[in-house]
């Protein structure tokens, strides 16, 4: 079974030198901004979460913090050295889109299209410079996407063990891939080709599957399902804004001047007789769009099939710019590209100074939650400072989330800090204090939040944390608290401030 090998008559080759090329300048661009800014906030839990290597945490599985510890092992404790990965997973997402794009039979100019369309992406971009499981998934996504159309393709049944080892993989990083496979695995039984479903392989590459997430899998099941809890948090929290959301962000993710080529590719898959075997595709994305809407999911969760898509309609725009780039048609395409890297770039990506970020934040606040994390941690300093030093081996930092114990963890000893506590994910499971820390407590808890208030005594300001920037991220004027102790012993209020979201 050939990988990379294609025996269709007349089939376009890899465009290599300008798909690598395109790839090769991503990598550069996202490694040079690598540290612009600083870590966020899910990084630094990330960092924290490798340091108790398990496998399997309250809200995630275990592969994306143990590819963060292993990347600041090898390229340095630092926001440039955790990102590495990162870059690389989204190159690669840049060259598998180049691919899926030659399986549905595109020539050089779709391929190198659809990697100039995924390397300007907004989403693309911006989940490239973060080490994040979004991160991974995306690639993942792809790649099964693209080893569903060799199977569906050749009818090759032993491509469902490469299927079956992606999906493997993606579930050690992200449960979401579950939903692609409802998505895919119905459509291909309604449009065919039925054929590769009663594949014996179909059952080994499921066994493949299982025998990767099976730790986590236990993991899970063991704790109870914690990731469930978390799935119904967001869902709760978030879903009506999910779903009314859903289409403005599908296009503002992937970029409103693409959603005419991934409209083209929908038709492409569809409507032409030579891809009849690569329908499912053209039925999935809806489908997944219809579960996403229903669970209350975030949008982006179906951006990876728009991506396929996306792929599938660039060798019609290849056709309609047939003479060449410098036509007023290969202009129009190459303008259009440019522009959007451009938006992206300024949405996505570290290049403004951080006190103009008032836009960017706006549309993508996850550029504002790479700002302030040294500013919170000197906030703490300044409260743990009014402790006396006699009472400080009893004293606690207690803090409302993830992000703020992860700042602590990562910036604190530098400023003679201990370690931080928290209830929030798995954090919870790494506590609680001993009974025999009574207090005092410093607590650290987001500007207008008084939900963790009532668990302690004596309460007041010491701080409040400023990121110098005015940067309106969920830390910006989160209070430092400074109280005489607990209403009840640590061990007795432990379940009470567990909380998922």
């Not at 990598?27 to 630094?44: I, K, P, Q, W």
């Not at 600041?72 to 630092?78: D, I, L, P, Q, R």
């Not at 207090?439 to 939040?449: A, I």
């Not at 940067?471 to 004027?477: F, I, L, W």
Request: hydrophobic content about 50%; aromatic content about 8%; proline content about 7%.
């Amino acid at each position: 079974m050939s990988v990379t090998g294609d025996d269709r008559p007349g089939a376009a080759p890899f465009a290599a030198v300008p798909v690598l090329s395109i790839a090769a300048v991503l990598a550069g661009v996202l490694t040079a901004l690598s540290g612009r800014y600083g870590f966020h906030r899910d990084e630094l839990y990330f960092l924290a979460a490798g340091d108790h290597p398990a496998w399997g945490y309250a809200d995630q599985p275990p592969l994306t913090p143990l590819v963060a510890r292993a990347a600041t092992a090898v390229f340095g404790n630092s926001p440039v050295g955790l990102r590495v990965p990162a870059t690389l997973c989204c190159a690669a997402t840049v060259i598998l889109v180049a691919v899926v794009a030659k399986e549905l039979g595109g020539g050089r100019r779709a391929q190198a299209l659809a990697a100039g369309c995924a390397a300007t992406s907004g989403f693309v971009l911006g989940i490239g410079h973060l080490a994040s499981t979004t991160t991974v998934d995306q690639c993942v996504w792809v790649l099964i996407c693209w080893l569903v159309l060799r199977l569906l393709r050749t009818g090759d049944g032993r491509w469902w063990i490469a299927v079956g080892a992606a999906v493997g993989i993606g579930l050690l990083n992200k449960y979401l891939v579950v939903l692609l496979l409802i998505a895919l695995l119905p459509s291909v039984a309604v449009v065919g080709p039925r054929r590769v479903l009663r594949s014996g392989w179909l059952v080994a590459g499921a066994a493949v599957a299982l025998l990767l997430a099976l730790p986590n899998v236990w993991w899970q099941a063991r704790h109870g399902w914690p990731q469930l809890t978390v799935a119904e948090g967001i869902s709760s929290d978030d879903g009506t804004e999910n779903r009314v959301m859903f289409i403005p962000q599908q296009i503002l993710y992937l970029s409103p001047l693409f959603v005419p080529v991934s409209i083209a590719g929908w038709l492409w898959l569809w409507r032409e007789p030579a891809l009849r075997w690569a329908r499912a595709l053209a039925v999935a994305y809806p489908l997944l769009c219809a579960l996403v809407l229903v669970t209350g999911g975030k949008p982006y969760y179906a951006l990876p099939l728009l991506l396929v898509l996306t792929a599938a309609g660039c060798e019609s725009v290849a056709g309609w710019i047939r003479a060449g780039w410098r036509t007023v048609r290969g202009r129009a395409v190459a303008a259009a590209l440019a522009v959007t890297a451009a938006v992206s770039v300024v949405l996505s990506l570290p290049v403004l100074p951080p006190g103009a970020l008032a836009v960017p934040n706006a549309v993508n606040p996850e550029q504002g939650e790479q700002i302030g994390w040294p500013a919170l941690v000197t906030a703490v300093e300044k409260g743990w400072s009014r402790i006396p030093a006699g009472r400080r081996d009893h004293a606690v930092i207690f803090t409302e989330n993830y992000g703020e114990a992860g700042a602590i963890t990562y910036y604190g000893p530098r400023h003679g800090l201990p370690r931080p506590y928290s209830g929030h994910m798995s954090y919870a499971d790494w506590g609680p204090p001993p009974d025999s820390a009574d207090g005092p407590v410093l607590v650290v808890r987001q500007s207008g939040d008084r939900r963790i208030a009532r668990h302690f005594t004596g309460c007041r300001e010491v701080a409040r944390v400023d990121n110098h920037h005015a940067v309106d991220n969920e830390e910006q004027n989160a209070a430092v608290m400074l109280c005489s102790g607990t209403t009840a012993p640590w061990s007795h209020l432990w379940p009470s401030l567990r909380h998922y979201y």
